[in-house]
């Protein structure tokens, strides 16, 4: 698994492109909300949270799309069906480089976002471990959409399109955690974990399946 | 090497629903050389799929060694198909080493660069190489991934003459080695012992017999 893994952050290092398409996706929605409140901004630290929750999921959503996709075009994916390493490991490292490369930079943009929204500064850790868990939430949800819909054309729509209603929950779970800022431990953080931890095996073992019948 | 069979048991073979062979009984021993020939859309390369255990029959049974194979049997035999399972946006380092550590033949990796001439072009990235360069890149797969049973679908593709040499004297030191070579190939094959399965007339005499 952590040959995988390696080999995954190793190919996020060479082909940024694909990860500045989902930096720039979730900077740009970030952006635009602002300028189109206009008159109104004393609305924005409302909004932010609800604002950062969809912007994680539709970037989150589009990058994951081509997650499996692209190994299974380039048969990378016939070649991981042969060798002793079981498919769920495959499955799973090639999720958690997802995760961090994903997750990290989200979270590293916190305090400029934080700024943006005239939210207190003293929000940041706050929000970074809301969105550091929402993003684990959403990139589970995301990836295993993905596997479901490999093979499929056009896949990128159709896992949007199934992605968005899937991550209502943690989206409801998410702002509100990021709404409660009185104390870091709240049950709502709970939920995601449990939510995160009740997908990962799906994912690994559904995912297994949905490849070998995908050939 | 120990003993080395593959028995192909009345095989059916179907694509999308569509069958394309059937009662087809074919027992390979270790040493075996095989050049499935057939039409364009015959089903050359679903039946090398369907051994591989990348599509399921549609009938009949596939045994390795006296057992029945599956996709999950061990060792698998090493499936090499037309879609050459390179990532372009990576170095030739990173798409052979990735094949031989997950097989746990880490020490293969220098033999498999050396054999095919790729020494030196470690660090450059895939996409900038010709296409029988990048052949070559994928044919290091036959050396860092053992197996009992190749499968080799269109080896040739691209090979310049050199290249071909290289991968003719692969084949014929596995072949020597007790392995087993399934291939579909557009060159010639040099060897004695080249045995041939022709899938449009075997399945053009069993409408005779019907």
Known sequence: MLYILSHELKYYFKNSHELLYIYGFYLLIMLIVPMGLQEQLNLLPELAPAIIWIAIMASIGLGAASLFQRDAESGVMELYQQIPMGLGQVVLGKWLAFYLATAMPIILFMPAIIMLFGLPVSHILHYAIGAATGTLAISILASLIAVITIGLER??????????????????????????????????????LAFSLFLLPILCLAGASCIRASN | MKSNSLELLNLQVARDGQSLIHGLTYRLNGGDLVLVQGKNGSGKSTLLKTIAGLVPPAGGEILQNGTTLTNYSQPSPLFFGHKRGLNLGMSVADNVRLWARVTDNDE??????????????????LHTLSAGWQQRVALTRLITMPAHVWLLDEPTANLDHDGMQLLHNLIQTRVEQNGIILMTSHAEIQGEKVKIINISELMEEAEVVH
């Open chain 1, 155 to 192: 896949a990128r729509a159709v896992s949007l399109l199934m992605l968005l209603p899937l991550a209502v929950p943690v989206m409801i779970f998410g702002s509100e955690y990021l709404r409660r800022t009185e104390a870091l431990w709240q049950p709502q953080l709970l939920f995601m």
């Open chain 2, 108 to 125: 293969l990796y220098n033999a498999a660069l050396h054999y095919f001439d790729l020494d030196g072009l470690e660090d450059v990235p």
